[in-house]
């Protein structure tokens, strides 16, 4: 496509920093180099200019890349200009720019957008690079660079073709169906491909936790009574005070959320408010949101106080549950509950002892959720409402009578086109708005 209008942002990040990369890409980049350094550089090769204002005055001295396109990312003639990471520097320089005719600043992921429409990448490797953007951990980093080279888009192409293949079968069956070389019936060939899709479509749906745990984080939630010691543990796990610790029960009352990045996967623990019967108003509001995080957390923490003979009320909970016994420097004369079950680990947060191997299990269970990062799966919510649709039309297409063709193949045809919305083969004007908004400026 062909815009008429350029634009520029800045496209390194925070300022101030050593050095600040400026992006353009539009049919004016040409004349905003040459008005700004005095010449367009060579194709693909940096160059250390001097940049000017139209009036002459130094606005600073870089590195200038000019990127022409077609082979660029956006497909249109782009540059970048390395100049020094402070806040007047690019503000005076990309005010100048602006001021050029022809020129706006970018609108968030208006690069990425122009990419796209100019076929240099499709929606799903467009999302992988905004992922690739905000990774944290190397499982995130890993997924991302493999979305971004295909893998994912070529699953749901390939599902699409075999679809469109499909269609056709049975097309030809009803226009030609006296032609020697048409066969009879396609119910032998196209319809078993189609059970086999749906199946090979319900596997890759149901890896999408996986594919949250990844993007989100694997979700650990601390239960247990008051000062059962889930604090003192959260903020020795952490390695700084994240969590207010005193001896007073009720001090926790609502969720405290710490990252941590073990093994290469991102893992959120949280922190809740005490559970006991009958607390307070206030209290009480905490236990909920404690036991309704609880409910959805990939692993709990279940924490008893060795020294307490007061347990927790039992947990209605679907989640794996991990029972760590607290306070275990405390000398065996001040454990009051040494059999109160077998647990999965006992700590002090006191003295750290526990504390390794706690983390060892938390990482095992971790790395075993995420499981294979190279397995290719659905990344957005979005892909899996679509691919859910998918199998929707598939399933009515296999239900008709077989004599109604017609019905049949329109059922495959918007299985098709559900399939095509993924990657951006179909797309409606809305959903690119929804897609690209959410990216940074400078991409």
Known sequence: MIFQDSIVALSSGRLPSG????????????????????????????????????????????????????????????AELHVH???????????????????????????????????????????????????????????????????????????????????AMIEA??????????????????????????????????????????????DVVILGAPNAGKSSLLNTLARREVAIVTDEPGTTRDLVEVVLDLDGVKVRLTDTAGIRDAPGKVEAIGIGRALERARAADLILYLEDLTASDHIPEIDSPSPMLRIGTKADLPDGAISNPDAGVYDGLVSSTTG?????????????????????????????????????????LEAALTLPEEQLELRSENLRLASDRLGRI?????????????????CIGK
């Open 423 to 439: 990657s951006g083969a179909v797309d409606t004007e809305d959903l690119l708005d929804v897609i690209f908004s959410q990216f």
């Open 173 to 218: 069956e009803m226009d030609f169906a006296d032609e020697a070389d048409i066969p009879g019936s396609v119910s032998s060939t196209v319809w078993a491909d189609v059970r086999a899709m749906i199946e090979e479509i319900r596997r890759h749906v149901r890896g999408f936790h996986r594919a949250e745990i990844i993007r989100d984080g694997f």
């Open 19 to 78: 050095i600040a990369v400026i992006r353009m890409s539009g049919p004016q980049t040409r004349f905003a180099l040459e008005t700004i350094t005095g010449n367009v550089p060579s194709p693909r090769r940096a160059l250390y200019k001097q940049m000017r204002s139209p009036d002459g005055a130094l606005l600073d001295s870089g590195i200038v890349l000019f990127l022409p396109g077609p082979a660029s990312f956006t497909g249109e003639d782009s």
């Open 353 to 393: 002892a526990g504390v390794d191997a706690l983390l060892d299990l938390i990482t095992t269970r971790a790395v075993t959720a995420v499981g294979d990062v190279g397995d290719v799966l659905p990344s957005r919510q979005r892909h899996i409402d679509l691919l859910s649709r998918t199998t929707e039309y």
């Open 85 to 167: 990471g402070g806040r007047a520097v690019v503000q005076a320089v990309t005010e100048t720019i602006t001021a050029l005719e022809g020129f706006r600043l970018a609108e968030p992921g208006e690069f990425t957008r122009r990419a796209f429409l100019n076929g240099k990448v499709d929606l799903v490797e467009a999302e992988s690079l905004a992922d690739l953007v905000t990774a944290e951990t190397e499982a995130q980093r890993r997924f991302a660079v493999l979305n971004g080279e295909g893998r994912q888009s070529g699953l749901y192409l390939d599902w699409r073709r075999r679809l469109i293949h499909a269609r």
